[in-house]
């Protein structure tokens, strides 16, 4: 069984493989009477889209995305809304070297493993190509919660992490790796450009907060809002670790330390401190949601590295084509895209229990 449907109440299914004619998704769920255009998904895939700097793949992909269904003059009919996104600038004789042996850090192995056959060009359905999809089902995601801000950035790329002091929401969108510090995003081009010429690639951190949620979003148990947040973020290709509010953090901590104490306040408890990450017991606390998300290395690089073929040969592979030195930049729209879908989708699991 292949699982390419995420969500309860709010769910969207991707399609499409990297170098095919198109991708895309279908979202079920949304509520109709929303209002929902071309122009309100478009900012968000401009954002992810590839080739806007030398920091990213080269690969020229305009990114325009299609509404073929689910909205009717100008609004949703609260049927299943069908997006699609063409590619346009495939190269696939770049990975005739893949075609004949696995990519180490790829899905390359795995996918044949599992299914005995794989669609080698650019990594098909395992290609970061993919996430455009959920990006623009997330564009539609954001406009079931309008009362939610989500804002994600790059916190570290190659083990330099920004400094906390220097952190300036503007700067986010004034430079090409998402940095809210001007300090480490001038040494991050020194840094992703030497990974980059030296065939390489660099692993990223990405924050993400997400303020306005109400108290009570979230379900106990086997549905925790951390625990869907952590496999929406799981589920994006190349992240290997998430960690919601402290995380590993906290298991360093001792009780009190970690406590978010409370006093009272004018709407509700005043909180004197977010270890938690916005989130206990499952259920939303009114505290903005925080979390983490490690990014690896981009797998598909220039420097030769030790592999088999599908013969179990030794060999070596290097990977030709255009390919992020950091696919973690362009991971930034990809985890606000999946905060939002987890969001909206219990926006509507708590509005349907409790009214």
């Known amino acids: 069984m292949s699982f390419n449907t995420f969500g309860h109440l ?10 095919g004619p198109a991708i895309g998704a279908v979202v079920d769920g949304c509520p109709p009477g929303i209002a929902l255009s071309e ?43 069908s997006l699609m996104i063409e590619n346009v600038d495939q190269r696939s004789k770049d990975y005739s070297e893949v075609a004949k042996a696995y990519r180490p850090g790829h899905a390359d192995y795995a996918y044949d493993a599992k299914y005995g056959f794989r669609d080698y060009r650019g990594g098909g359905r395992s290609s970061a190509r993919e996430t455009a999809s959920r990006v623009a089902a997330g564009a539609v995601a954001r406009l079931v919660i309008p009362e939610v801000s989500i804002i994600a950035w790059v916190e570290a790329i ?17 430079n090409p790796f998402f ?12 840094l992703v450009d030497a990974a980059r010429k030296a065939g390489s690639s660099l692993g990223a951190v990405v924050a993400c907060a997400a303020t306005g949620v109400p108290a009570g979003w979230g ?26 509010g402290d995380g590993f953090a906290a298991a360093r901590l001792r009780g009190e330390d970690n406590a978010d104490a409370m006093r009272p306040g004018t709407d509700g408890p005043q909180f004197l401190a977010n270890h938690a990450g916005g989130i206990a017991g499952g259920i939303a606390t009114g505290q903005p ?19 088999i073929d599908r013969n179990g040969t030794a060999t070596e592979i290097m990977t030709k084509g255009r390919h992020d030195p950091c696919v973690g930049i362009r991971g930034v729209p990809v985890v606000e895209a999946m905060v939002a879908l987890v969001l909206a989708d219990h926006k509507l699991m708590h509005r349907g229990q409790c009214g």
């Open 10 to 19: 709010f769910r969207f299914t991707t399609w499409g493989e990297s170098h």
């Open 39 to 81: 122009a309100d998904v478009q900012p968000w895939l401009d954002q992810r889209r590839p080739g806007t700097s030398r920091f990213t793949t080269q690969r020229q992909e305009p990114d325009q995305v299609r509404i073929l269904s689910g909205v009717f003059e100008g609004r949703t009919t609260g049927t299943p809304i």
């Open 158 to 174: 190659g083990g330099d992490a920004i400094d906390p002091a220097n952190f300036d929401a503007a700067e986010i969108g004034r």
């Open 179 to 190: 940095c809210p510090d001007p300090e480490a995003a001038a040494r991050w081009e020194g």
């Open 219 to 244: 379900a106990p148990l086997y549905a925790k809002l951390d625990a869907e947040l952590a496999a929406a973020c799981m589920g994006i290709n190349a992240v290997k670790g998430v960690e919601i």
């Open 289 to 307: 949601i925080t979390l983490r998300v490690a990014f690896k290395p981009t797998s598909s690089i220039l420097t030769p590295v030790e592999t």
